[in-house]
Nanobody, 128 residues
């Protein structure tokens, strides 16, 4: 099973940018779709973005489309989330996750049950 460690969170002013990273170890990273989810206080964990195992296909939640971009570097076993034009409502703990099943298509809106491995999360706080 893949082990995941997120980094790059922090405190940022509204309108600013952050780049989250998620380093993977202990598995065949390049065979798995990867996802980013977030959870705000008192709310359920929600989908943010996903990227296919090849990196050729991506999905972004409507709430972040045009502002956030997911990418991956299979040579570095790392997935990224570039977050621009941050808003206060983006404040949450951000988690990366590895798909339950290797080498499959991504479509629709991935749910937490599609993912088997999770990191501990990194806090993003946006202030205005």
């Amino acid at each position: 099973q893949v082990q995941l460690v997120e980094s790059g969170g922090g405190l940022v002013q509204a309108g600013g940018s952050l780049r989250l990273s998620c380093a993977a170890s202990g598995g065949t990273f390049s065979s798995y779709n990867m996802g980013w989810f977030r959870q705000a206080p008192g709310k359920e964990r929600e989908f943010v973005a996903a990227i296919s195992w090849t990196g050729r296909s991506t999905l972004h939640a409507d709430s972040v489309k045009g502002r956030f971009t997911i990418s991956r570097d299979n040579a570095k076993n790392t997935v990224y989330l570039q977050m621009n034009s941050l808003k206060r409502e983006d404040t949450a703990v951000y988690y990366c996750a590895a798909d339950l099943v290797p080498v499959r298509l991504i479509s629709g809106t991935p749910s937490t049950s599609d993912y088997a491995s999770w990191g501990l999360g990194t806090q993003v706080t946006v202030y205005s």
